[in-house]
């Protein structure tokens, strides 16, 4: 099904939804609302003007920044990758996030009490607009405030099978547009997992409900642990906490900067 009809078929389908609610004397002047996790393609299309970047340059700062993993990392990282090589392909969405991503997570340590920053599990989130409303569960948020979230500025859309499978990108993107617009930020930067691979994504605001976004090249997360923990540990701060922060020596903030090879691991996990 080509874009037209589908943009076509979804106007029809609201159009549909006003007559039935007003038939149920619902209020049809409310704007429509859309879950992120039904989001797609062409419903990113119909509410903004979003365009893929079909270059990954921007990844280069991140990805190339220097990190020092010690002994102790490694010997988890590695020990994580033997716990689950054999099982990963075969593993359901639940059984990935328990056995795979939510250990790595918890090894990096987003609770970072001085900073006032700590990691949100499914985390609800909205953000409404007189033309449309979008809303819903965030699978894994880095974010300012320890009990509630104030400043959400990193994104995980967790494991899917495939992206044709309830694609996660559109739902990261719609995430990600919400943030931006909320925090008044220029950039941001979240992942997506469709079954053993991890994709990088910066979006970047152009102007109100315009956008361009850049996704860097996949790779299969449990040969590139050490990378990933790289990526994800630079996620810690937020970006306007970086240079300040003594998290950049000591752990690297690996979701915004970082990646580089490391040969004691080249064996085990490239």
């Not at 609610?21 to 049809?28: C, H, P, Q």
């Not at 920044?65 to 689950?84: G, Q, R, Y």
């Not at 400043?151 to 559109?170: A, D, G, T």
């Not at 540990?233 to 998290?247: E, G, Q, T, V």
Request: glycine share 4%; proline share 4%.
């Amino acid at each position: 099904m080509n874009t037209q009809i589908e943009l076509k078929l979804l106007k029809e389908i609201e159009e549909l939804r006003k007559e039935i609610n007003l038939l149920k004397g619902i209020d049809t002047n409310q704007p429509p609302t859309y879950q992120y996790s039904k989001i797609k393609d062409t419903t990113l299309k119909a509410l903004f003007n979003i365009t893929k970047k079909l270059d990954n340059s921007i990844f280069e700062e991140w990805f190339n920044s220097p990190i020092v993993i010690d002994n102790a990392v490694e010997s988890f990282l590695a020990a994580l990758i033997t716990k689950n090589q054999f099982l990963v392909e075969s593993y359901n969405e639940e059984d990935l996030k328990v056995y795979y991503i939510i250990p790595l997570l918890n090894k990096i340590d987003f609770m970072l009490k001085d900073e006032g920053i700590r990691g949100f599990y499914e985390l609800p989130m909205s953000y409404v607009t007189d033309k449309f409303i979008l809303n819903g569960t965030c699978d894994f948020v880095v974010s300012e405030g320890l009990i509630d979230s104030k400043k959400p500025y990193f994104f995980i859309q967790e494991f899917k099978k495939h992206e044709e499978y309830n694609n996660p990108r559109p739902q990261l993107l719609a995430e990600l547009i919400t943030a931006v617009e909320l925090n008044s930020w220029k950039f941001i930067k979240g992942a997506y997992i469709t079954g053993c691979n991890w994709h990088f994504v910066i979006l970047e605001r152009l102007a109100l409900h315009q956008y361009q976004y850049a996704i860097s090249t996949q790779f299969r997360h449990y040969f590139k642990a050490v990378n990933l923990y790289r990526r994800l540990d630079r996620c810690a701060l937020p970006p306007y906490k970086f240079i300040k922060s003594k998290k950049l020596d000591s752990r690297g903030l690996i979701f915004v900067l970082g990646f580089v090879p490391h040969p004691n691991l080249h064996a085990i996990f490239v």
